[in-house]
């Protein structure tokens, strides 16, 4: 589902639309401008996103051939945004001020990994 111009995993496991490959890229970039520090803004292969349409794994494949997602680098399969594009979003919308508002994880980790 598409709130404005945001795209919200959360709501979307509501509705479960199937998505465009801008789309599911949009779920991507907004998973990590909303507090990707976490996890770098990944998303499990086992996902509902991913679990529920096949689809979906074919697009997210076909962006990890084209350079606009990767495979995490961790125990479970995952998908996430390579660097570069996550640097942009740090960049963009000043995510390094935006994350100091949350107060249970410290992003500086994942602002010093990208930015270098």
Not at 33 to 45: A, L, R
Not at 77 to 105: D, T
Request: charged content about 35%.
């Amino acid at each position: 589902m598409v709130i404005g111009d945001k795209m919200n995993l959360e709501e979307w496991n509501k509705d479960m639309p199937i998505l465009s490959k801008s789309e599911l890229l949009k779920v991507f970039e907004d998973e990590y401008i909303e507090g990707g520090y976490v996890y770098s803004g990944c998303i499990p292969g086992n996902a509902t996103i991913f679990q529920e349409y096949e689809e979906h794994r074919k697009i997210a494949y076909s962006l990890v051939k084209e350079g606009k997602l990767q495979i995490r680098a961790c125990r479970g399969f995952a998908y996430e945004l390579p660097k570069q594009k996550r640097r942009e979003l740090i960049e963009k919308y000043n995510l390094k001020e935006r994350w100091k508002e949350y107060y249970y994880c410290n992003p500086e980790e994942e602002i010093a990994d990208v930015m270098k």
